[in-house]
């Protein structure tokens, strides 16, 4: 008998855009590190003031992506110009409870959210009496549950609004071309709805993704969750929250990525020269999580 073919697996289609120059936006409660963490990744200098709301209008900055394979491509076909792949990183002001509603400053930021690729979310463990929090005590599975179904209901309006549209020319009007793009919606609208399900969550065909491509729902974008951390206890890799966060994200968005770090670290290493940070870094026992590599 010959050898046994290898099992191929099923790749399933994945909801959003393919390319070089993507964006990603920055969310979470106001004054948890949205404004330190692009400030250190994108090596900016915007306000990170202890105050809500302190980033008014989205701060939006360019970052290189390193690639060894672009480099060798380069080095060895000597173009006459490089255009390496780029994330555009946005921070969007912080969002609270009721934002879909357009509390705080909410309806006009959700709208900078669709327009991204992918999306950050920044929660904050750490206590410090210095630093106000929005609700008056840190609790970053309450403030991930809060952010999250206010994305919800930002989409939740804008599908009754698009079914309602295309129900008046397709069920009632007779438009056969707009059928399939009213079932996908219809569909979309009873996971997002009434089972309160994301929308990445569902498996959804190659056609239904073509669709949903063009709405650009909120919920339909992969997040990687950032936790906020203190330097001693991301030096010490230990934090009540750290177990919490991980079953939150688990049961409601399993795959996601959860990141810890420490603005506060990352903030002092910024203004360090190179060795001198690296030399901190080697005597506290740490490693950096934030930047591009």
């Known amino acids: 008998m010959g050898p046994k073919k290898a099992e191929v697996v099923e790749q399933k289609p994945l909801i959003g855009r393919v390319g070089t120059n993507l964006k990603i936006g920055i969310v979470g409660c106001p004054n948890v590190g949205k404004s330190t963490f692009f400030n250190v990744l994108t090596k900016s200098a915007i306000p990170a003031e202890n105050f809500p709301f302190c980033t008014i209008d989205p701060n939006e900055s360019r970052v290189a992506v390193p690639d060894g394979r672009f480099d060798y491509l380069c080095e060895y076909h000597k173009p006459a110009s ?13 969002l609270v409870k009721g934002a879909a509603s357009g509390q705080g400053l909410g309806n006009a930021f959700l709208s900078h959210i669709k327009a991204c690729d992918a999306i950050f979310h920044v929660c904050r463990a750490f206590d410090d009496t210095e630093v106000i929090h929005v609700d008056g005590e840190v609790n970053p599975v309450r403030d991930i549950e809060t952010i999250s179904e206010e994305l919800r209901l930002k989409d939740e309006e804008y599908i009754l609004a698009n079914c309602d549209k295309l129900e008046k020319t397709v069920i009632r009007g007779g438009d056969k071309k707009g059928k399939p793009e009213y079932d996908c919606l219809q569909k979309a609208k009873a996971h997002l709805i009434d089972q309160k399900q994301l929308i990445r969550m569902v498996d959804w065909s190659s056609t239904d993704i073509e669709i949903l491509n063009k709405h650009l729902f909120i919920t339909a974008k992969p997040i990687i969750y950032l936790v ?16 919490k966060l ?29 060795d001198g940070g690296e030399a901190y870094l080697k005597e506290v026992g740490a490693t950096r999580k934030v930047g591009i590599e």
């Open 228 to 243: 906020n951390l203190s330097e001693k206890d991301y030096i010490r890799k230990k934090n009540k929250w750290l177990p």
């Open 82 to 94: 490089k255009v390496p792949a780029f994330l555009n990183v946005v921070d969007i002001a912080g």
């Open 246 to 274: 991980k079953e939150w994200i688990d049961k409601n968005d399993p795959g996601a990525l959860l990141i810890p770090f420490s603005g506060s670290l990352e903030s002092k290493l910024v203004d360090m020269p190179e």
